[in-house]
């Protein structure tokens, strides 16, 4: 019987081996190659094995803007946590029809495309009708000014971008929190606030950091964000990919960058999950 159900569940999993195969190792396996072609005498690139495109990311630029990008979306996904954390908390207090209106509100605001959010941050900090102007309004600026491009523009953006992420992430858990635990802390004399740091948030700490790798992750690939509403020593590795794919046409080079990229999503994966994954 036991042998049976494995055979069941061995060949179930065939149709989704076949779309992880198709669909992340071919494209993988491609790019793998394309990093390590070897340059011809016309300009354009065949199978072969050279370091050469790996070379040229050596040098400091490349590595101090993989560095950014790493700190930038780290940063990110810390900043998104600490808006969805509480506010998801206190949604699961409500009851399930507030819920459900709030839920479809964020998903609602998933649907909005990176394009959308980052032209519509770019008015939003812009001169002529952007938040400055609410400002002089208030008598708090002399003069309209604007806040775009900035290293603080791409952040807010895309922290705009991952809240509604980070919410749909922590929701199971916090919703699925056992509310005796918080009203045993209570009845012991604790205050609200030392209840939700003493116990919601060590209870729920294996969902915050999947989430925030998540939102690292997810962040990590943005390229509409940084290159309208940041300067170009606010431009992440994905930026300098498409730059290098799409308007260079050194596919080669772009994908030996995609490599570096792939590597440094997953080191945090295997970081995390090695220091923390294990722990309680």
């Not at 190659?33 to 072969?48: I, M, N």
């Not at 807010?156 to 918080?182: E, G, H, N, Q």
């Not at 990919?241 to 590597?263: C, E, G, K, R, Y």
Request: proline share 5%.
């Amino acid at each position: 019987m036991q042998e049976g159900t494995r055979l069941t569940r061995s060949i179930g999993l065939i149709p989704s081996s076949v779309m992880i195969g198709i669909f992340f190792m071919v494209p993988f396996v491609l790019i793998l190659l394309t990093s390590v072609s070897v340059p011809t005498a016309d300009g354009d690139y065949q199978l072969g094995f050279s370091l050469e495109h790996f070379d040229r990311f050596a040098s400091w630029f490349y590595i101090e803007r993989a560095l950014f990008s790493a700190g930038l979306c780290a940063l990110i996904a810390l900043l998104s946590l600490l808006i969805a954390f509480p506010f998801t908390y206190m949604l699961t207090q409500f009851g399930p029809r507030s819920q459900t209106v709030w839920l479809i509100y964020i998903l609602a605001q998933l649907s909005l495309s990176e394009v959308l959010i980052a032209f519509s941050w770019q008015i939003l900090l812009s001169r002529t009708g952007g938040i400055a102007n609410i400002l002089v309004w208030l008598g708090l600026a002399e003069k309209s000014f604007s806040m775009a491009p900035s290293a603080g523009a791409v952040l807010a953006a895309l922290v705009y971008l991952a809240v509604p992420f980070s919410v749909l992430l922590l929701y199971p858990a916090l919703s699925r929190l056992d509310r005796s635990l918080t009203e045993a802390a209570r009845t012991l004399g604790a205050s609200p606030l030392r209840t939700f740091f003493t116990v919601v948030v060590p209870v729920t700490r294996p969902a915050i950091i999947s989430g925030g790798v998540t939102i690292f992750v997810l962040t990590l690939g943005a390229i509409i964000v940084p290159q309208v509403l940041g300067k170009p020593e606010h431009w992440t590795l994905s930026v300098l990919i498409t730059d290098q794919a799409i308007f260079n046409f050194n596919m080669p080079f772009a994908s030996a960058l995609a490599v570096v990229l792939l590597v440094i999503s997953a080191s945090v994966i295997y970081g995390v999950t090695k220091f923390f994954g294990g722990k309680s």
